[in-house]
């Protein structure tokens, strides 16, 4: 399955962005879905995920209570609503999908080429 993720950009401090993944085929049923995020420097890290039908999600501590992973199986779209941004969420996004549950990127099977999130103070 390919993926391209869209919305990022630049916003201010306490800001939102609503990030979205296309999947080129059905996801709905079949995968696990995901997002990452890669600061410069930094290594590559989990932020959010979802189960195949929806119903259940799982953040990093850092995103809880500010972000929201949901998709629309119908359109085979990922989202992320990201609220209260800060200048550490600056980043590259990545969608990814796994068949497992996991949130080790290496399990991870398909991953879309990143958009970039730039938060300034």
């Known amino acids: 399955v390919q993926l391209q993720a869209s919305g990022g950009g630049l916003v201010q401090a306490g800001g939102s962005l609503r990030l979205s993944c296309a999947a080129s085929k059905r996801t709905s049923g079949v995968y696990i879905m995901g997002w990452f995020r890669q600061a410069p420097g930094k290594e590559r890290e989990f932020v959010a995920a979802?189960?195949?039908?929806?119903?259940?999600?799982y953040y990093t501590d850092s995103a809880k209570g500010r972000y929201t992973i949901s998709r629309d199986n119908a359109k085979n779209t990922l989202y992320l609503q990201m609220n209260s941004l800060k200048p550490d969420d600056t980043a590259v996004y990545y969608c990814?999908?796994?068949?497992?549950?996991?949130?080790?990127?290496?399990?991870?099977?398909?991953w879309g080429r990143g958009t970039q999130v730039t938060v300034s103070s």
């Open positions: 979802i189960n195949r039908s929806g119903t259940g999600t």
């Open positions: 990814t999908a796994s068949s497992s549950w996991t949130t080790s990127a290496a399990n991870y099977e398909y």
